[in-house]
């Protein structure tokens, strides 16, 4: 009968202990499909279209080495020593070592607690402490000694424990997302830096040749005042385009010395013992392709992390929940206790004590009611975050496509204006060659061609820009992610994957081309008890 009893009570704790009070999680979802500024995608045939596959989460996914589309071996090495010395960085990778302790620590109370207490006393009682009449009786020394160890084991019945470290382990997985975030940011920054400095060594060059023409334009119009040939007011004019253009020159020059400062802190370094080689601005804009499909953003760690904070939140609730249930823990103790350190090992020295304990809420002055409330209200808030999340992604990728088209046609523009005035410079210098115009009417042609190189060179340079903002915020590539399979559960296996935004193919691209081929899915996160030691700077 004492069996049965105790199968029962054994069979109904066992079912308890699953009982989970968090909500079922559910992740908000938006419209699928294609950017609206993405160009359309055309009809191709299978060979023409490369891979194809329907999208998942996969912000678990390697990113890869992105900008290595730009095929700049100097570039890769800032990247390189961006991703290794900047301290930033460094500071959030404690962050997440913090937050994974965290994470173990919650863990642990999955566990029984097991301690030890060894003491060792020597106390003498008097007739008071005896009860007896003083000088009554005489009382010997006494020796405590003694060794237990004690164990605790709360039983999760309504999932408090559980919930608590489902709370910090996807904590711990948005602060990993997080440190992703700031590595693909730190990324186009180091990028755009990069050619914003090339860009500066062009336009500084160009703006050189610029003050040497006009230089030249004004001392022949001082000669031509000498004679009396133009008035004073042609000179003055050009004197102010002259020191206009030194002006320019001095900005640019400067703008090139804060811009060296600003990249030699990214990659960990004092700007004294960073120097940024000399080189104009050739890299080439990167192909688009047709109809990129918004299921890109699944890699994106911001959104990603945004999702934990949501998981995060969402178990809080249950923890809330389950105040208003009874705790239920089992304690015992076990050792051994003797007044002679010789004896007390013995088998007659040995004490023991086991026992359950419970502890319900009956009055709390509606701190239980109040505590359910906010955490409600906190996941309302992170739903509400997440959302706003996705949509700044999506507008982050509109933006960034209206602007390529925009530049795009901007750049066609250009070429035309720039090929425009090259051609006049060239008739000039050949008329100049041969008598038939004046050296002023050639510097003038020459100086138009160099107005026009510039713009060029700008133009250039903020299509650079633009297509590195768009693969940040595509989350580092523009080609469709991986599958990766998606679970949760008990096992200690936590997915850091959002839930898709869209199931749209992609086909292979440029970037794709050049990512490195060993990219695979990254599965599941494993989070294990053993302590964190580190988290890697690379990708």
């Known amino acids: ?21 968090a909500p079922k999680m559910h992740i908000p979802g938006f419209g699928t499909g294609s950017f609206k500024e993405a160009a359309p995608l055309p009809q191709l045939s299978p060979e023409e279209a490369g891979s194809w596959k329907v999208g998942q989460p996969s912000a678990a996914l390697p990113r890869g080495e992105w900008w290595r589309v730009f095929g700049d071996e100097n570039l890769n090495t800032l990247e390189d020593s961006a991703q290794a010395g900047n301290e930033n960085l460094k500071a959030m990778v404690a962050r997440v070592q913090q937050a994974r302790a965290a994470a173990q620590v919650a863990s642990s109370y999955l566990w029984p607690q097991i301690d030890n207490t060894t003491s060792a006393a020597r106390r003498q ?37 559980r919930n608590q470290r489902k709370a910090a382990i996807d904590e711990a997985l948005s602060a990993q997302e997080t440190l992703q975030s700031m590595r693909l940011a730190l990324q186009a920054d180091v990028a755009d830096m990069y050619f914003g400095l090339q860009a500066l060594d062009r336009e500084i060059n160009i703006l050189e040749r610029g003050v040497q023409v006009r230089s030249d334009s004004v001392d022949i119009l001082r000669k031509r005042v000498t004679t009396g040939t133009i008035t004073e007011l042609d000179l003055s004019s050009n004197v102010v385009d002259l020191e206009t253009t030194r002006t320019q020159l001095q900005q640019a020059q400067s703008d090139r010395q804060v811009m060296e ?16 080689e000399k080189k104009p601005l050739t890299a080439q804009i990167p192909v688009i392709p047709a109809g990129i499909p918004s299921s890109v953003l699944e890699r994106r760690p911001d959104i990603s992390a945004a999702q934990h904070d949501l998981a995060a939140a969402n178990a809080g609730i249950g923890v809330a929940k389950a105040a208003f249930f009874p705790r239920i823990s089992l304690t015992g103790t076990g050792g051994f206790e003797s007044t002679r350190l010789p004896d007390l090992f013995k088998w007659s020295s040995r004490t023991w004590s086991i026992g359950p304990s419970m502890s319900l809420p009956i009055f709390t002055g509606g701190r239980n009611t109040a505590n359910l409330a906010a955490s409600r209200a906190t996941y309302d808030e992170y739903v509400a975050k997440y959302r706003e999340q996705v949509l700044e992604a999506f507008r982050d990728v509109e933006d960034s ?7 795009s046609a901007q750049a066609q523009a250009q070429q035309t204006a720039t090929d425009a005035a090259r051609q006049a410079e060239k008739i000039a210098t050949l008329r100049y060659d041969s008598g038939d115009l004046g050296y002023l009417e050639t510097i003038s042609a020459r100086r138009d061609a160099l107005a026009t190189e510039r713009s060029e060179v700008q133009v250039q340079q903020a299509r650079l820009s633009a297509t590195i903002r768009l693969i940040r915020a595509l989350g580092g590539s523009w080609d469709a992610p991986a599958d990766v399979p998606v679970s949760a559960g008990e096992t200690g296996a936590v997915d850091v994957a959002p839930a898709p935004l869209a199931a749209a193919p992609a086909p292979a691209t440029a970037v794709q081309q050049a990512a490195p081929a060993a990219e695979k899915p990254a599965g599941k996160f494993k989070f294990n008890l053993k302590p964190a030691t580190d988290v890697p700077l690379n990708k």
């Open 261 to 276: 400062h600003a990249l030699a802190v990214l990659i960990g370094k004092a700007p004294a013992d960073f120097t940024f």
């Open 401 to 407: 496509l209206t602007q390529l088209k925009s530049l």
């Open 125 to 161: 009682i008097n007739a008071a402490q005896a009860g007896v009449p003083a000088g009554s009786a005489t009382f010997p020394v006494q020796n405590d000694i003694g060794t237990i160890f004690g164990l605790s084991y709360e039983i999760d019945l309504f999932g408090t424990v």
């Open 1 to 21: 009968m004492k069996a049965t009893k105790f199968a029962a009570v054994l069979l109904l704790t066992t079912a308890l202990a699953g009982c989970d009070l």
